[in-house]
């Protein structure tokens, strides 16, 4: 069984957010532990597992996210860096349908080589900041949204786009009682430096610490910053140590989301049961 370690939403190896990809042969998952166990070891922020589906169905494969310690109910980075497979090894061409716990999620490829995926744009709604996560990001907040059921974490708006690049939050607080994952963003400092916002988010109650770059957080943000800077399409920049970007496009209650992906591991997974 060949296992990949794609770099997502970054057109060079060692940037973006890295994704395990293992493409299934059978036509169901295994059982549930075994994936865990495998997402365990990449020990990567997700790890994506895919199988084909029968022709003439709503969707082409069948598409799960696990965490090293959960799985999730959406992943944009690991979607994309699944579409870059099959792809690149030419075992689909043109539109993939992945039906997922999100619903079914397209995915096509653009004359450039990016990859765009139709997600659901997550529903924001105006929350007061849990004690526990303003005391954890010791920072100015803004403003503050949950992101719906799909995403399920805390959209926190910071003061400048320095705030969020030198943001240390306490993660054990995050992921605590009264802690959540966190979206931290602002607007970008220099409207002309490729970018129109900036993002880095926190998952610790999932064994993520930070993830470099997150789609799904886009089908927030893109809902968030397109009405304040008057335009659908923006670009996101996300990360710290690992950056990468994510073009967002706001299309009502779906959100387009495009980026580059390169393979930088190809291999072999030995254990199989």
Not at 1 to 16: E, H, K, L, N
Not at 20 to 33: C, E, I, K, R, W
Not at 57 to 79: F, I, K, Q, Y
Request: charged share 20%.
């Amino acid at each position: 069984m060949r296992i990949r370690i794609v770099d997502a939403f970054s057109a060079r190896p060692f940037a973006g957010n890295p994704a395990g990809v293992v493409l299934l042969d059978s036509g169901t998952f295994p059982d549930t532990a075994w994936l865990q166990q495998v997402a365990t070891e990449v020990n990567l922020s997700e790890t994506a597992f895919a199988h084909p589906l029968p022709e003439g169905g709503d969707a082409d494969w069948a598409l799960r996210w696990l965490t090293p310690s959960a799985e999730v109910n959406m992943c944009g980075h690991a979607t994309l860096a699944t579409a870059h497979v099959l792809h690149t090894t030419g075992t689909a061409t043109g539109t993939v349908r992945f039906a997922t716990r999100s619903g079914v999620l397209i995915t096509a490829v653009g004359d450039d080589g990016a990859i765009t995926m139709d997600f659901p744009t997550a529903p924001l709604t105006p929350v007061e900041v849990p004690p526990a996560v303003a005391a954890a990001l010791d920072t100015e907040i803004l403003s503050a949204h949950d992101t719906g059921p799909h995403v399920g974490e805390l959209l926190v708006e910071l003061a400048d786009e320095r705030s969020v690049r030198t943001l240390s939050p306490d993660l054990k607080a995050l992921a605590g009682p009264g802690g959540r994952g966190v979206i931290a963003t602002a607007r970008a400092e220099h409207p002309d430096g490729g970018y129109d916002f900036v993002s880095r988010c926190f998952f610790p109650a999932v064994g993520i610490d930070e993830d470099p770059v997150t789609g799904s957080a886009h089908t927030a943000l893109a809902p968030f910053w397109s009405p304040r800077l008057g335009r659908d399409a923006l670009v996101g920049r996300q990360g710290a140590d690992r950056t990468g970007f994510v073009r967002t496009e706001l299309r009502g209650d779906r959100t387009l989301l495009t980026g580059s992906a390169v393979t930088v591991i190809d291999g072999e997974l030995l254990a199989t049961s």
